[in-house]
Nanobody, 139 residues
Framework: QVKVVESGGNLVQVGGSLNLSCTVSGRNSDDYTVGWFRRTPGNEREGVICRKWSGGTTAYTDSIKGRFTISRDVAKNNAQTTLYLLMNSLKPEDTAVYYC????????????????????????????WGQGTQVTVSS
């Protein structure tokens, strides 16, 4: 059974940085897609950055371009992967609950997003989600 756990959310000042972590376990495969999403009260979730690791397809929302990057560490035999979302030059509008999602069955990158100016496909494409971690950027 696939399990996804995020961590690393915190309160940070404008212009600061945070590095969120997402541990994906339970499937021994390198062929999967991971998405970082965020949600603010009263809004639909927004795909922040999404990546299919085999093939390297990457999608992201316009507002994070040049500021956020995604990376990963893979344990031996692909038994567990830790994904990172490095967020630099944080702005108040980055404040949200951030969620990590993983899918091993295939994500359709042509599917329209939940909302926003993002090329990340709709969150319904992902079948396993973490519990979320709060990021608050104070001005």
């Amino acid at each position: 059974q696939v399990k996804v756990v995020e961590s690393g959310g915190n309160l940070v000042q404008v212009g600061g940085s945070l590095n969120l972590s997402c541990t994906v376990s339970g499937r021994n495969s390198d062929d999967y897609t991971v998405g970082w999403f965020r949600r603010t009260p009263g809004n639909e979730r927004e795909g922040v950055i999404c990546r299919k690791w085999s093939g390297g397809t990457t999608a992201y929302t316009d507002s994070i371009k040049g500021r956020f990057t995604i990376s990963r560490d893979v344990a031996k035999n692909n038994a567990q992967t830790t994904l990172y979302l490095l967020m630099n030059s944080l702005k108040p509008e980055d404040t949200a609950v951030y969620y990590c999602a993983a899918d091993f069955d295939g994500v359709d990158f042509n599917r329209p997003p939940d909302r926003g100016r993002t090329s990340c496909p709709h969150g319904a494409e992902y079948n396993t989600w973490g519990q979320g971690t709060q990021v608050t950027v104070s001005s």
